[in-house]
C-alpha cells in the first residue's frame, strides 16, 4: 500500500513537473524572440518541439537524480530549493550539450545566446513557484487529516513523548502518531499522551502483525541502546519505513546534523559547518558581490572619517587587533581608532585590554560618535574581501577572552564552525555590548543551525534597515 501510494505521489509530482519545465522552456524562448524581432513569435515550430523533447526528460533526470522525488514530509523548503537550483544547473548544460549534438541548427540560431541564458532563470522560477505551491496544497490536505502517514513510536520515555509532541506540533507533515511500543520487554502501561500502548518490546513483531502501520520511529532511551540491532533485526520482517532518533543531548549537536554513506558505512555527523560545499561558495560570493559595492559607497565617508581622526590627535588613524574567526583561528581586525593612542596597551601586565565603559575618558570625541553609530567597523570591509571575516556571522571574538569562555560556557566554541562576520543574527536583535553572553551566545547557534544565502541576506536588510545606532555601543 506505502509503495503504490508513492507511485502515484511521484506520477503525479512528475507530470506537474513536465508541465511547469515546458512553461519555463516556453517561457525562455518567447523572452528571447521577444529581444530579437519584434514580430510574430514562432512558438511551435519543429525546431522548438524537438529541443522541447530533447530537455524536458533532461532535467525530469536531473530532477530524480538530485533526490526531488523521494517523499520526504519533514524536509525544509529551503533543501528542496537548493537541490532544485543543481538539478537546474547540471540539466542546463546537459540540454546545452544535447542541442549542439542534436539540433545545431537551432543551437546556432539568432535567439538561441539569449535563450540559452534566460533558460536557467525562467525554469528555476517556475520551478519554485509550482513546488512551493505543491507544498500549501499537501500542508492544507495534511492539516485536514488527508494523506496521513501512520507512525509507531518504540520507546515511552521522555524521548518517545519529546517525538510525538513535535509531529504533533507540525502537522503539516502529515505524520500522525498511531500508538506506542513500551522500550521496556513487557508493561502494564495503557496510555502515553492519550495514546494506547500496545505493549513492550517482546510483543513488537505481533503488534505490527495485528496493527500495522506506516512506519516506525525507534526513540529507546541511552540505557537501553544496545537493544537497537535487535529492535532492527524484528522490524527488517515489515515493510514499514524505520526511522531513528537518537538520545543524545541538544547541547552536545546544535549546529546540524548530516547523514552520509561510504562504501555502505552510515556515517552521522552531527557538528558539521554548514558552510562547506556549495554553502561556501555561495557565501563568499555574497560577501564579494556586497563587500565591493559597499566598499565603493562608504569609500568618501571613510576618507572623512580617516581624515577627522588624523586631525584630532595627530594619532594612527586604524587600529588593529588580533581576533578569532572560523576555525579559531586568529587574524587581525580594523577598525578606526576611537581612543587615545596607547590606550588599547595591556593592563595590570596580564596582556589584556581593559573593557570600555560608557563614557570612557580614553575615547576620543570624535571616537565617542564612531562607537555610538558603529562607523567604526567600516574598515573591516576590507576583513570581508581578504576572506579574513563574513558579512553576517558571530561578532569576532578577542583571543585571550575566547579562552576564558571555552572553559566556562558549553557550545562556545561551536560559534568557530563559520566565519566571524561584521554583523550577526544576535545584533540585529539588539545584542550588542554589555548585554547576556548567554541570549548572544543562543541567538549565534540559532544562526548556524538555519544559515541559508537568504537568511544572511535578510540580517544584512535588518541591519540597513534598523540603522548602526545602538544605546549599548560605546
Not at 552510515?266 to 563568499?284: D, E, H, I, M, T
Request: charged share 20%; net charge positive; proline share 5%.
Amino acid at each position: 500500500m506505502l509503495k503504490e501510494r508513492h507511485r502515484v505521489f511521484v506520477s503525479l509530482l512528475s507530470a506537474i513537473d513536465t508541465i511547469v519545465l515546458v512553461a519555463g522552456f516556453t517561457l525562455a524562448h518567447v523572452m528571447a524572440q521577444k529581444m530579437v524581432s519584434s514580430g510574430d513569435v514562432v512558438m511551435f515550430s519543429r525546431q522548438s518541439v524537438l529541443a522541447l523533447a530533447a530537455g524536458v526528460p533532461i532535467l525530469l533526470a536531473c530532477m530524480a537524480a538530485f533526490g526531488l522525488y523521494r517523499p520526504r514530509r519533514d524536509r525544509s523548503f529551503d533543501s528542496e530549493l537548493l537541490d532544485t537550483g543543481k538539478a537546474v544547473l547540471v540539466g542546463w548544460g546537459l540540454t546545452i550539450l544535447a542541442w549542439n549534438l542534436v539540433l545545431p541548427a537551432y543551437a546556432k540560431a539568432d535567439t538561441a545566446t539569449l535563450e540559452i541564458i534566460a533558460l536557467p532563470l525562467c525554469l528555476m522560477a517556475c520551478l519554485t513557484v509550482h513546488r512551493y505551491s505543491f507544498r500549501l496544497v499537501l500542508r492544507t490536505f495534511r492539516e485536514h487529516g488527508w494523506n496521513r502517514r501512520h507512525m509507531a513510536i518504540i520507546g515511552t520515555g521522555r524521548l518517545g513523548q519529546i517525538a510525538c509532541h513535535t509531529f504533533l506540533r507540525n502537522s503539516w507533515t502529515g505524520i500522525n502518531c498511531a500508538y506506542f511500543i513500551s522500550h521496556h520487554d513487557t508493561t502494564r502501561r495503557e496510555k502515553c499522551l492519550e495514546r494506547p500502548v500496545r505493549g513492550g518490546l517482546d510483543a513488537l513483531e505481533s503488534v505490527l502483525e495485528q496493527r500495522p502501520v506506516d512506519g516506525v520511529i525507534i526513540a529507546l532511551p541511552q540505557s537501553r541502546s544496545h537493544l537497537l540491532p535487535s529492535v532492527l533485526m524484528k522490524l527488517s520482517r515489515f515493510p514499514v519505513e524505520v526511522r531513528i532518533i537518537p538520545d543524545v543531548s541538544p547541547r552536545y549537536m546544535p549546529i546540524n546534523l548530516a547523514i552520509s554513506e561510504l562504501e555502505g558505512m552510515p556515517v552521522l555527523s552531527v557538528r558539521q559547518s554548514p558552510l562547506s560545499g556549495y554553502g561556501a561558495v555561495a557565501k563568499r560570493l555574497v560577501d564579494l558581490g556586497i563587500g565591493f559595492a559597499a566598499l565603493i559607497i562608504f569609500a568618501p565617508l571613510m576618507l572623512l572619517i580617516a581624515a577627522l581622526v588624523k586631525l584630532e590627535d595627530g594619532g594612527p588613524v586604524l587600529f588593529r587587533q588580533d581576533r578569532a574567526s572560523m576555525g579559531g583561528r586568529p587574524f587581525g581586525i580594523y577598525k578606526f581608532r576611537t581612543m587615545q593612542p596607547g590606550a588599547d596597551e595591556p593592563v595590570n601586565g596580564r596582556g589584556t585590554q581593559e573593557w570600555t565603559r560608557r563614557d570612557d575618558a580614553r575615547i576620543t570625541r570624535i571616537g565617542a560618535w564612531l562607537r555610538h553609530t558603529s562607523l567604526d567597523e567600516l574598515p573591516q570591509l576590507f576583513n570581508v574581501i581578504r576572506g579574513d571575516m563574513s558579512l553576517v556571522g558571530p561578532r569576532p571574538e578577542r583571543l585571550d577572552l575566547l579562552e576564558h569562555f571555552r572553559e566556562d560556557w558549553r557550545g562556545y566554541m561551536l560559534r568557530q564552525n563559520v566565519k566571524a562576520g561584521m554583523t550577526g543574527w544576535a545584533q540585529v536583535n539588539g545584542l550588542r555590548g554589555n548585554t547576556s553572553l548567554r541570549k548572544r551566545l543562543q541567538y549565534d547557534l540559532y544562526y548556524i543551525r538555519n544559515w541559508s544565502v537568504l537568511f544572511d541576506l535578510r540580517i544584512l536588510w535588518l541591519t540597513v534597515l534598523r540603522g548602526f545606532r545602538h544605546p549599548n555601543a560605546h
